[in-house]
């Protein structure tokens, strides 16, 4: 089994396995996560959606879609060598009075994958 070091981290938990971290996105982190978005999608999800399918959905813009769920600390990425190799993005709402969380987008660049980034 591979080490596994956990820090607080403001309010949250960092996971390192080997030299990765996982850790609250920050502002900045735009486009890293963009990036990693993109080819999770074009390198690892192509496996299970195709070409077509990833075509209209795996080169799309980065735009502004970051920004508020950045702020309201609902995005995590996953960071190694100062480089953003996967995120995992949390939506929070409030159905019948119950609260709920749902795992909006897991996404993971391929030299990460099976890695046990995204079970933490």
């Known amino acids: 089994m591979k080490s596994l070091s956990i820090e607080k981290y403001s309010g949250w938990y960092d996971f390192h396995m080997k030299d990765a971290v996982i850790r609250n996105a920050r502002p900045g982190d735009e486009s890293g996560i963009h990036e990693a978005h993109m080819r999770s999608i074009r390198e ?35 960071e190694k060598d100062g480089a953003i190799y996967g995120h995992a993005y949390l939506r929070f709402s409030n159905e019948n009075g119950k609260p709920r969380a749902y795992i909006h987008g897991l996404y993971l660049a391929p030299e990460i994958v099976h890695q046990g980034f995204g079970r933490k």
């Open 44 to 78: 690892v999800c192509i496996k299970d959606h195709g070409t077509e399918e990833v075509k209209g959905w795996g080169y799309r813009p980065l735009g502004n879609r970051w920004v508020d769920a950045i702020k309201d600390e609902k995005v995590w990425v996953v």
